[in-house]
């Protein structure tokens, strides 16, 4: 059973035309005018809308071009026996009008009419659906192709000591040399997809142990941690034991763009990360919306201001005060000011006087699959 609403000011039409659609099974409404029409469009939803032109206003357009903003599956049928050609052309162009039925009608035209809309309606919403799917099981397939061939890799990019240039670690990032999935926010969001993110996860844990192998013995390895990894315990554990041999050595960053604090079980994760051996860094600090709480939570050894910050500091005082109470706040927490994102001396030079212990970004060194 459909719901129609039916509006039409001819009293006599509205009643033929709500009985033939009663015969046929329908549930219809009635209204006399545009007013009435858009009031009980927005009490209820309809399947169909049988709307006269010249109705008392807003008129017949109106009331369809309304409709379709706030009702998008309403099937939207336009009833004149007068019409201004180009109004009408606009609407059907625009998607406001779905059928146009010329008066006067037979009522069989106006019931045929109306079952092949709804018809052409549903086998449409098939299609994108069915579409969908198809997009949904593609992108799982090339997850798993990033997986089986081999595509995805590690780059490390360098971390160095603010006053000495000395290199103090790397950042290994996610690359993928995948024709569709080839940049990393199209991987993990992927994964989020499928809720493989777990996959992804352990493939990283895998893929720094080796890393880990060949660096040097001084030189730390900052490893990215989706928040949704910590919800569960029992799989963090198992990924990040692959990494208990060098645990001094591991720092694994946690967004601050993700609301961290609303997973559940993430508390009982960061205990066992951190008895562990491993520590704990901000990632993107100032980019998300709950800063402070997550600094209070997770008592991070290195804090990681995101890069829209650092960028153009030097020009910028209001970025410079911001730094320097960073660094501030870093010093009175015992933990390690990591300004990412430098490209310019300009910036590095601020940096150093605002007493930043590290810095990452272009100037001091790209991503590579080396070790610098």
């Not at 709950?290 to 500091?313: C, G, Q, T, W, Y």
């Not at 990412?340 to 150093?352: F, K």
């Not at 810095?359 to 080396?370: D, M, R, S, V």
């Amino acid at each position: 059973m459909m719901r129609v609403l039916v509006v039409e000011d001819d009293a006599n039409l509205r009643l033929a035309v709500r009985i033939a659609l009663q015969r046929s099974g329908h549930e219809v409404h009635e209204a006399g005018d545009g007013n009435e029409a858009l009031q009980k469009a927005a009490d209820g939803r309809y399947d169909a809308a049988l709307v006269d032109f010249q109705i008392p206003p807003p008129d017949g357009l109106e009331v369809l071009k309304q409709l379709h903003a706030f009702q998008p599956r309403c099937v939207r049928i336009l009833m004149s026996g007068v019409l201004d050609l180009p109004v009408v052309m606009h609407a059907v162009n625009r998607g406001e009008v779905s059928r146009i039925i010329a008066k006067p009608f037979h009522l069989d035209e106006m019931q045929s009419t109306v079952m092949d809309a709804i018809t052409a309606r549903a086998r449409l919403e098939e299609l994108c659906v069915g579409a969908r799917n198809n997009g949904f099981e593609l992108q799982r397939r090339h997850l798993d192709e990033c997986f089986r061939g081999e595509l995805l890799q590690l780059a490390l990019q360098p971390i160095v000591e603010a006053e000495s240039g000395k290199v103090h670690g790397y950042e290994a990032l996610l690359r993928s040399r995948h024709a569709v999935l080839d940049t990393p926010m199209k991987i993990i969001a992927a994964a989020e997809a499928h809720d493989m993110l777990g996959r992804v996860g352990d493939w990283v844990a895998s893929a720094a142990a080796l890393w880990l192998d060949e660096l040097p013995a001084n030189a730390n390895l900052f490893i990215n941690v989706h928040p949704n990894e910590l919800s569960d315990f029992e799989a963090a554990r198992v990924r990040f034991e692959k990494l208990r041999r060098w645990t001094g050595r591991v720092v694994l960053e946690i967004t601050e763009r993700g609301n961290v604090l609303e997973l559940c079980g993430w508390q009982q994760t960061i205990e066992w990360l951190t008895l562990s051996g491993f520590r704990i860094a901000v990632d993107d600090l100032g980019s998300g919306y709950n800063s402070l709480s997550v600094l209070a939570e997770l008592h991070p050894a290195f804090m990681k201001v995101d890069m829209s910050i650092v960028r153009h500091m030097d020009r910028e005082e209001r970025k410079q005060r911001l730094v320097d109470l960073l660094v501030r706040f870093a010093k009175a927490t015992s933990s390690q000011l990591v300004l990412e994102g430098i490209e310019t001396n300009g910036e590095a030079a601020v940096a150093r006087r605002l007493g930043a212990d590290l810095l990452q970004g272009y100037l001091l060194g790209k991503p590579a699959f080396t070790v610098y």
